[in-house]
């Protein structure tokens, strides 16, 4: 669907494990916000990630620790609807969801450029685009996927014109290039478990969150 004189911002939506939330996510999210004029960046948080391990921290700690990340952030907000369902969290049933609330209004997918070229992994990957935009971003060491899946799937998709973002609801893959921070969940584990400071790399409310319940030790 196209609209001649969109009225309303396309809503961006980054999900993810988020165990821990950190600055990385975070500058990522805001950054974005800013540069397409999006409403509002959802974080969502994955209740049963269903490409990856088990996450270490139960979601409504990882819940708790995304909303205490957020508070004062203007155009941040964190979204639980995952964790109101059973089973694995795919994708395609958030954003189904989200287009039921939202039927007139541009969706933006956020995916790094390492979640990008998994995407051939994930649960009815081509239906993704169906529901949204994907707005993809370099991170440090990624590369535009070479396989010819992906460079297919890129030529058919992918536009040069931000407002093609707002006039149509789906169907365009945006790549952005950002300064990403170089900050992983996984590092801030490492470092927890090995009994050294990951402070400074996440904010000082979700370490506090991590140090009241003991995770990651
Ligand atoms: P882990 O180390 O446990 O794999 P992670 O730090 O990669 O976790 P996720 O919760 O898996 O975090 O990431 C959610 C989304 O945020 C993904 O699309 C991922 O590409 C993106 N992302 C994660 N860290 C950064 C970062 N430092 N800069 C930009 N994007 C990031």
Redesign the pocket.
Known sequence: MILENPTEKAIGI??????P?????L??AIELYERLDLAEVRLI??AY?PH?SF?FANAQLRLQMLQAAIIGTPGLVVDDRELHRLGPSYMVDTLSSLREEYPYRSLCL???????SNLPQWYQWQRLITLAHLLV?H??G?QIPAFSTMQDFLSEHQTNCSDTLKKQLTGCIWIEE?P??????????HLIAAGKNPRYLLPAAVLNIINTHQLYS
Request: charged content about 15%; glycine content about 10%.
């Open positions: 980054l999900g993810g494990t988020f165990d939330i950190h600055h990385g996510h500058r990522l948080p994955a990630p990856r996450p956020i995916l790094g450029m390492d979640a990008f971003v991170r440090l990624t950002i990403v921070l170089n900050i992983s969940s996984t590092q801030i584990r």
